[in-house]
Structures are given as C-alpha cells and as structure tokens.
C-alpha cells in the first residue's frame, strides 16, 4: 500500500509529515511525503526557523515523482495544516493527478482551520477553501469538533446536533467523518469522545481525559484512521484501532512529562496497542 501525505515537516519533534509518516510505515505503509514547510521545530513553541514552500514546490515534486510512472500504484493522497490557499490548490491538484492514474485512490484530508480555546489560527483564506475546495473533493475528512462546527455552519453541543452536523460535511462530498477532540453534553468531564460516521452510521470511542497540551497527536490519528480505512474498509473498526493506538501514545507520553509525542519510544502501540476501547454504534 502507497500512500503519498503532502504535509508540513519539522526536525524537532513531531507535527504533520514527521508525525505521519512514522506511524504508517510502522504498519507496513510505503509513504511518499511531500514537505510544505521544513522548520526547526513546530510552531507551539512559539519561536522557529525555516522556510515555507509555495504550491509550485509541491508540483514539482508530485511531478517527478509521477515522472516515476507510479501514480497509479498510490492508494491514498493525506494532507494537513495547509499554510496558504496556494498550497491548498497543489494539493487538490495531486489528489486529481493520482486519481487520474488511479481511479480507486482516496483523499484524506484533515481540514486544520484551529480549536477550541485557540479559534481559528490559520492564514485568511485557508478556513474558505478548506470548506469551499478541499473538503469536497476529499473521501475522508478528519476535523476536531471545532472545525466540525466550522465546516457546517453549526453549534454542536449533544449527539443528536453532532450527527447532523457530520451530515452536513457528507453533503458537502466526503463520505466518510471522523471527528476527534468531541466533547458533547454527555461526555464525562473525565473522558473525550470520536466519531467515525460513514453510510448514515456513526461509531464512537471514549477515552478518558489525559493531563497533558502537546502538537502532531492529531496528524497521527488521521495518518493511523486512513490505513485502518483502507486495510479494512470499516470506519468503525479503523475508529476502535486508531483510537486505541493514538490513547497509548498520548499515554507514555503524559507519564514522561514530555513536550513532544514519543512517536518513537511508543511505536508499538501503533501495531499492538496495550488498551482497546470498544466501539459503539450511536
């Protein structure tokens, strides 16, 4: 399986490629990364260095990597924090590419637009053509309850109004939904909650609340529900893997105290996890 992520990159710790890449071909993925940005650290830390990459660095890229005669062996296309519109529009033009030469490829996409507490901390422009270009285009679609929100125009607080939310963004194109970070009025204060939607179906996973404010754990847990996705073909059975995997992850790393995730040190939840959670159907 190929899956080529067009992402955001650090040397330093863990965030968009550096965070995705590992994990996916700790589960045999063969990954093609194509770097927006290549900076010393992420930018929680408030300070970094480096550079950003414009869409034409992406193409050209993409391009040779085409020129290899293997868009057709590329399964899946997964992108992230997108730093500009530019950068949007050569993403959505690598998904046309390989789906060109591959009918059967799916695009990943986690609309990266901001969170609760922090609001919207992209560039202006980026949250329009996330909704307005990227999501419909995409199969797989991974927003945090905010960007949930966001993406349809709505103010979730119960299940009932979540749901009709994620109909809201199926409508828009994806048919498949996962939402992270869902925090509804019948989450314990203790616990957070996920949601795969697929099919008019939706499955939920609650793990309990851990102590902890760090970056890139949301690029692995799409990275991880895209290749669950697609060895399985079920949202509900990538949801209970990729949750369980992710909660180890976030785990170790709550217990070491650490700034940045131990994608390394904890690489084995993402085969074995330690702690299954079951899935329900809601």
């Known amino acids: 399986m190929n899956v080529l992520s067009i992402q955001s990159h650090v040397a330093y710790g863990h965030a968009g490629n550096s965070s995705a890449v590992f994990p996916l071909q700790r589960l045999g993925i063969e990954v093609w990364p194509v770097h927006t940005v290549q900076f010393s650290n992420h930018t929680g830390y ?9 869409g034409q660095a992406v193409d050209e ?8 005669g293997v868009l057709g062996g590329c399964d899946a296309v ?23 030469a591959n009918p059967v490829a799916v695009y990943c996409c986690d ?44 103010t979730t607080r119960t299940l009932a109004e979540v749901q009709d939310a994620v109909a809201a963004v199926q409508a828009l194109g994806p048919r498949v939904v996962l939402t992270t970070s869902l925090v509804a009025e ?19 996973v609650r ?33 209970g893997r990729a949750a369980s995997s992710v909660y180890g992850l976030l785990r ?12 390394v040190a904890a690489q ?15």
């Open 46 to 54: 408030g300070a970094w260095q480096g550079r950003v990459f414009d």
């Open 61 to 68: 890229v993409v391009a040779g990597i085409a020129d290899r």
């Open 78 to 100: 997964l992108s992230g924090y997108l730093g500009s519109a530019d950068i949007g529009h050569a993403v959505v033009g690598s998904v046309a590419r390989v789906k060109a």
């Open 111 to 154: 609309p990266v637009v901001g969170d609760v507490g922090r609001g919207v901390f992209v560039r202006p422009g980026v949250p329009e053509f996330i909704r307005d270009v990227a999501v419909p285009v995409a199969d797989l679609v991974t927003p945090n309850h905010y960007e949930l929100d966001l993406l349809s125009g709505r």
């Open 186 to 204: 019948d989450t314990p204060d203790d616990a957070v909650d996920l949601l795969a939607s697929e099919g008019g179906r939706h499955f939920r």
């Open 207 to 239: 793990t309990p609340r851990l102590d902890l404010s760090v970056n890139g754990a949301g690029d692995a847990i799409a990275a991880l529900f895209l290749a669950h996705w697609l060895s399985t073909g079920s949202a509900g059975t990538a949801l």
């Open 252 to 263: 170790q790393t709550a217990e070491a105290g650490s700034r940045e995730i131990l994608l």
């Open 268 to 282: 084995d939840e993402f085969v074995a996890p330690r702690r299954t959670f079951e899935v329900t159907e809601v």
